[in-house]
């Protein structure tokens, strides 16, 4: 079955190896831990009111540097880790992480009141507890859980990137290349504006439960590079003439128009809650419907599609699959419909929780001027 999935490269360490392997994400947590707590940081205010003092709770924000600091420590070996090792120990981490994310998931959740969620499993699935911080709010638990998630998804990519060049040397795809080049950067363009995650929804709405922590620090950290399972042990698909230009120099292009639609919604949208009256980049006005004492933004990304920034994700994860230059290969897709799957289920949840939201009238008067869900012209 290994075999016929073509991942049995992955199952090859020995006893001791595969300990450690299970053992590695223990060993990755708690250095994130230590690095978001002696890093120097800067405190901000985010969305989230804080309820004891009904202002805006603030956030002590590093990921940036603690980012930087965990790319150099993996390039240069600095603990003696060889770089391969993470992409080599991937399904051992799955295990051992899931395992402490359960963990992590029974403290959250028995830790709090009941509250309205009486159903034990639900409110482990979903949590109890909006937000938890410790050590006078100097460690947001939802902050780490995606700054451990973001920075380990680069570097899983990086690490499959190098175990492919060690096995393939001089006849290694450009395109693993490109993957790992794609997400270094996509994760360093999220923390350079962090900020923008405290006016999300996973931010505001989630709470701590398996769903956002296993999420956060498993399948976000593991579990995206998915694709790499199945590909890095691909030489160089061949091309050559124009049909190699054009998949070397349109994947990134489509990476970067889908990254550009994504990033440009999200950044008017956080522009907009924290400054309604001003024009996004200096040229689009915003406008918007009253719904109350809220306002449903309804121009510039927003009047193009109810849920445009989720089509920007669409192009980025199709530029995935796309980079490795191995079309008919199931793996190079995993992540595409991993993120079309999920995009397309969100957008139902988020139209019903806006019309709860901002009232049903409000908005059906958005959804009739903004006819799109995501794909304008489409859907």
Same mark, same amino acid.
């Given at each position: 079955?290994?075999?016929?999935?073509?991942?049995?490269?992955? $199952?090859?360490?020995?006893?001791?190896?595969?300990?450690?392997?299970?053992?590695?994400?223990?060993?990755?947590?708690?250095?994130?831990?230590?690095?978001?707590?002696?890093?120097?940081?800067?405190?901000?205010?985010?969305?989230?009111?804080?309820?004891?003092?009904?202002?805006?709770?603030?956030?002590?924000?590093?990921?940036?540097?603690?980012?930087?600091?965990?790319?150099?420590?993996?390039?240069?070996?600095?603990?003696?880790?060889?770089?391969?090792?993470?992409?080599?120990?991937?399904?051992?981490?799955?295990?051992?992480?899931?395992?402490?994310?359960?963990?992590?998931?029974?403290?959250?959740? &028995?830790?709090?009141?009941?509250?309205?969620?009486?159903?034990?499993?639900?409110?482990?699935?979903?949590?109890?507890?909006?937000?938890?911080?410790?050590?006078?709010?100097?460690?947001?638990?939802?902050? *780490?859980?995606?700054?451990?998630?973001?920075?380990?998804?680069?570097?899983?990519?990086?690490?499959?990137?190098?175990?492919?060049?060690?096995? &393939?040397?001089? /006849?290694?795809?450009?395109?693993? &290349?490109?993957?790992?080049?794609?997400?270094?950067?996509?994760?360093? /363009?999220? $923390?350079?504006?962090?900020?923008?995650?405290?006016?999300? *929804?996973?931010?505001?709405?989630?709470?701590?439960?398996?769903?956002?922590?296993?999420?956060?620090?498993?399948?976000?950290?593991?579990?995206?590079?998915?694709?790499?399972?199945?590909?890095?042990?691909?030489? /160089?698909?061949?091309?050559?003439?124009?049909?190699?230009?054009?998949?070397?120099?349109?994947?990134?292009?489509? &990476?970067?128009?889908?990254?550009?639609?994504?990033?440009?919604?999200?950044?008017?949208? *956080?522009?907009?809650?924290?400054?309604? /009256?001003?024009?996004?980049?200096?040229?689009?006005?915003?406008?918007?419907?009253?719904?109350?004492?809220?306002?449903?933004?309804?121009?510039?990304?927003?009047?193009?599609?109810?849920?445009?920034?989720?089509?920007?994700?669409?192009?980025?994860?199709?530029?995935?699959?796309?980079?490795?230059?191995?079309?008919?290969?199931?793996?190079?897709?995993?992540?595409?419909?991993?993120?079309?799957?999920?995009?397309?289920?969100?957008?139902?949840?988020?139209?019903?929780?806006?019309?709860?939201?901002?009232?049903?009238?409000?908005?059906?008067?958005?959804?009739?001027?903004?006819?799109?869900?995501?794909?304008?012209?489409?859907?």
């Amino acid at each position: 079955m290994i075999e016929w999935l073509g991942i049995d490269h992955l $199952f090859e360490l020995s006893g001791s190896e595969a300990i450690a392997g299970f053992l590695t994400p223990l060993v990755v947590f708690a250095v994130f831990f230590l690095l978001q707590l002696i890093l120097p940081a800067r405190r901000v205010p985010g969305y989230v009111t804080d309820p004891a003092t009904g202002a805006p709770r603030r956030y002590r924000l590093n990921g940036l540097l603690v980012y930087v600091v965990v790319l150099i420590v993996w390039a240069f070996e600095l603990t003696g880790m060889e770089r391969v090792w993470f992409y080599r120990s991937s399904v051992y981490a799955v295990a051992g992480g899931t395992v402490l994310a359960v963990i992590f998931t029974l403290v959250a959740v &028995f830790s709090q009141p009941k509250g309205e969620n009486e159903n034990t499993w639900l409110a482990l699935w979903e949590g109890r507890a909006q937000e938890l911080s410790f050590l006078g709010e100097r460690f947001d638990v939802k902050m *780490y859980l995606y700054v451990v998630g973001g920075a380990m998804f680069a570097l899983n990519a990086l690490s499959g990137a190098a175990y492919h060049y060690e096995l &393939f040397g001089d /006849d290694s795809n450009p395109g693993v &290349f490109l993957y790992a080049a794609f997400f270094t950067f996509y994760i360093m /363009d999220y $923390f350079i504006f962090e900020r923008v995650q405290l006016y999300t *929804y996973d931010l505001i709405h989630e709470n701590l439960g398996f769903k956002l922590v296993w999420g956060g620090l498993i399948v976000y950290g593991w579990l995206y590079i998915l694709p790499l399972w199945g590909m890095a042990v691909h030489p /160089d698909p061949g091309f050559s003439g124009l049909l190699r230009s054009v998949w070397l120099i349109g994947t990134p292009v489509l &990476f970067l128009g889908g990254w550009a639609i994504g990033r440009g919604a999200n950044l008017q949208k *956080y522009t907009f809650k924290r400054w309604p /009256d001003r024009k996004f980049l200096g040229l689009i006005d915003p406008v918007y419907i009253e719904a109350g004492d809220r306002k449903i933004l309804c121009s510039g990304f927003w009047g193009v599609a109810r849920h445009f920034n989720y089509l920007g994700e669409g192009f980025l994860a199709l530029s995935i699959s796309l980079v490795f230059g191995y079309v008919g290969n199931l793996w190079a897709w995993t992540y595409f419909i991993f993120i079309v799957s999920f995009f397309t289920v969100r957008q139902l949840y988020d139209d019903r929780f806006c019309a709860e939201k901002y009232g049903p009238e409000r908005w059906a008067e958005y959804q009739e001027r903004v006819k799109y869900r995501i794909f304008p012209g489409i859907y």
